[in-house]
Every structure is written in structure tokens, then in C-alpha cells.
């Protein structure tokens, strides 16, 4: 399926609008050269396109390549580091600033941005809010277990209705084929709540990425798929109702008991409220099983149109 009309010779040429971009990708020194090739693409015509490249700043793997691909393009490069945690087994142990060379002072062509932020904490948590705060998209290339906690992460958000960004793994040698047959699976047994290609969608190449991703950061664009969330959201409801069934369930008992009680308090009466309650928990139950039926119903209606 075509993504776009932009040919390879326009993908070198400013876009008209430039996004922010996070890549995620391996760190590893041992990545294949076939996932370097693309991933220094991504870097270079990320930065001929005018968009800035934000990564992990690896001195190594799929993070390396980007980022001199990158610099060749001349292009803004935003790395995000931890000071003292390292995904994937990653080769950047901190030396001289842990990160790529791109990021040394005095390395490469200083005229263009570079910016290294370095995050904290006694996890990954605030590195990853780093690395996506303000972005516009998501490019996932070829990684190990940390590539894939970010992309899973990220695919969770936008499937419950907290980011609204394009995400798209570059499928090199389909390698994320399995990817994508897990969500293929999981929306055939209903187990998730978007289309597949609406969590994560999927390009053989660097450029292939790119072209769909500035076709789905159009403002008009933007503006349908924002629409698309809020329509299948009714799920994100379901929470207000549970709390509902607590609340109707506490007062349908409250009332009847004191209906009751104002009866008298002898053993009859005891028994006769007992029993009332009873009834109420069931009142209040089916009630809330049915509103739940209806949401399931409409939730379920909706991601199919």
C-alpha cells in the first residue's frame, strides 16, 4: 500500500511542517548492518526534511546510527540519556558524557542543534517521559527488550485514549512481522479496543516511515483521528461506571433498611430487612450488569465501523 506521492528525490528537501520525531531502536554493538543501514536513513532524512530526530543518544547499534545519519543531514539531534541505567546491554556505559559523539563538544558540524538531556530516578520511567514529551511521532526500528518496552508502552497510551500520535516500526527484513501478527490476533479475538494498524502501524523502510508519518501529522489529519479515539472511548468510561454499581448498591440498602427499621426492631421485622437487603445488592447488580452490556455493546459496535 502506497503511504504517499513523495518520491526519494523530494524526501531530501525541507518539509513543509517539521515534527518532532522519537526513534527507538537497538544500542547494542552487535546489530546487524541491515537495520544500520535504515536506521542512519531515518537520521538523515529526518534532518533533511527539517524534523528533529529524538533518541536515547546510544554510542552504538540502531541509537548511533540515527544520530550520525543525522549529523550528515545536517539536522537537530535531541538525545536523552539515563546518568546511571543502561537498556539492552547497551555499549554507552557513562565515559566522557556516556553518549554518541554527535553530542561532544566540538564533534561534527557545530552549527547545527544538539541538545543532551540527562534524566534521573532509580528507573527508566523519567527517561521515557523524556524521550516522548512534545512528540509529534513515534519511528520504531530494530531493538531488544528496552526498544520493546518503549513501543508496548506507547501502544498502551494511544489504545486508551492518552496520546494520539502516530507510531510505525520499520519492519526491516520483517523483523516486527510477529508484531504485527500479535495484533492482528488480538483484534481478531477482541482483546483490543483499536483497529491493529490504528496502535501501530507498519513500513518497510526508513523512508516509507517517514512519508506516512507527515501523512498523518496533516492538521486535518490529526483533527480525524482525534475524533476516531473519542468515538471508540467508551471504554475509558467503564471505571465511573464500577464506581456507579458501589454507590447505587450503598444506597438501595440504605433506603430499604430504613424503610424497614422504622417498622419496628423485633426478630420478623430483623429478618424481613435481612432479606430486603438482599434483594437490593441483586437490584443494584443486575442494574449495573446492564448499563455494562449496553457500554460493551456500543464499544464493541464502534470499532467495527
Known sequence: ???????????????????????????????????????????????????????????????????????????????????????????WVEKEGGANKVFQKGSGNSRFARELIKAGGDDLQERKRLLVEG??????????????????????????????????????????????QMLQRADKDDLIYLAPDDIVHFEPSAKDAIRWIESK???DMKKVSKQKVKKRGSYQRMDSVLHSMSWIQRSLSFSFSSHQNSKGKDADDATETKNTNWTSSQIATSFAAGVLIGVSVVSHASRRT
Request: proline content about 6%.
Open 1 to 91: 500500500t502506497m503511504t504517499s506521492s513523495i518520491p526519494d528525490s523530494i524526501m531530501i528537501e525541507p518539509a513543509a511542517t517539521p515534527l518532532r520525531i522519537c526513534c527507538y531502536g537497538s544500542s547494542s554493538s552487535r546489530t546487524p548492518e541491515k537495520y544500520l543501514v535504515e536506521a542512519r536513513d531515518v537520521g538523515y532524512t529526518l534532518a533533511r526534511r527539517g524534523h528533529t530526530c529524538v533518541n536515547g543518544a546510544g554510542a552504538s547499534g540502531c541509537m548511533a546510527a540515527m544520530n550520525e545519519g543525522a549529523e550528515k543531514g545536517e539536522g537537530h539531534i535531541v538525545g536523552v540519556i539515563h546518568e546511571m541505567f543502561v537498556v539492552d546491554g547497551s555499549d
Open 135 to 180: 512528540a509529534d511521532a513515534l519511528v520504531v526500528l530494530p531493538g531488544g527488550p528496552g526498544t520493546w518496552d518503549e513501543l508496548w508502552e506507547m501502544a498502551c497510551a494511544k489504545q486508551i485514549g492518552l496520546i494520539d500520535i502516530p507510531i510505525v516500526c520499520v519492519n526491516v527484513d520483517g523483523y516486527y512481522e510477529s508484531f504485527r
Open 217 to 219: 501529522c496533516k492538521p
